[in-house]
């Protein structure tokens, strides 16, 4: 039976777990311009996170992605404030070089803050592959940091073939496919399977019948993170879809925390 295990049992009935945390490796913040987000300020997803577990939220705010004047700052500020539950991704937009280069500069300074980088490249409308890209990559290979990639089956910007370009080159980065090339399961997978530095974020996965299982089956729950682009999605809704699915609970810890904590232990070490 599907949901039956005593971990989908306390889910069910507690809409939480005390020994199953939840990191959510793929958010956002803040507001977006065609969508009402009910809850999309700080305190408000906090808020939201202790509903459904979540221990840990890495994101990106909606403002360092898509206001260049605003960059970053955001982000840093929201993560300051609440330390123990957030952490944030700097966003890298090669469109404007000179605040991708600050933001390369400063990011020492905000270490307590930043785990990585974070590439929109189809709404920025530049190719992962792009030389914009480089220098932050080149710095996460050296600091084997976490890159959160946005990437969509068949897009020339971040589809399958563009990530293997980077995975080829950047050994040492922990590049977080989003969406895992949505729609391309067979790539996705491949690449998980061929690079030992590539995980396959759930982001708009769960929604997909049977490619939850096929990840797990053929690339393996060691390489899958949680993730829900909150505040578009509800952690709920994602917990329901892994307890719906064939998965055994040590899957379901692996992808809910147990991957997150490792890939967090090894940046903090550093």
Partial sequence: ????????REFWEQGKSATCPIYDMHGHMGTWGAIYFPRGEVEQMIGTMDECGVKMLTF???HALMSPDMGNRPSIEAA?????RLRAYCVINPNYPEMAAADLASFEQYRDVFVGF???SDYHRVPITDAGYRPALEYADQHKLLTLMHTWGGSPYDGAAAVRTLAERYHHVRFLLGHSCHDDWDA???LARDFPNIYLELTAIFD???ALEKFAAEAGSERML???DLPWFDPHQAVGALFSAHLNDEEIHNICHRNAEKLFGE???R
């Fill in 118 to 120: 974070k590439f929109l």
């Fill in 60 to 62: 990106s705010h909606h």
């Fill in 1 to 8: 039976m599907i949901g039956t295990s005593n971990l989908a």
């Fill in 226 to 228: 949680f993730g829900t």
């Fill in 267 to 269: 940046i903090l070490a």
């Fill in 80 to 84: 300051r404030r609440f330390p123990d």
């Fill in 188 to 190: 996705a997978v491949a």
């Fill in 208 to 210: 997909n019948r049977g």
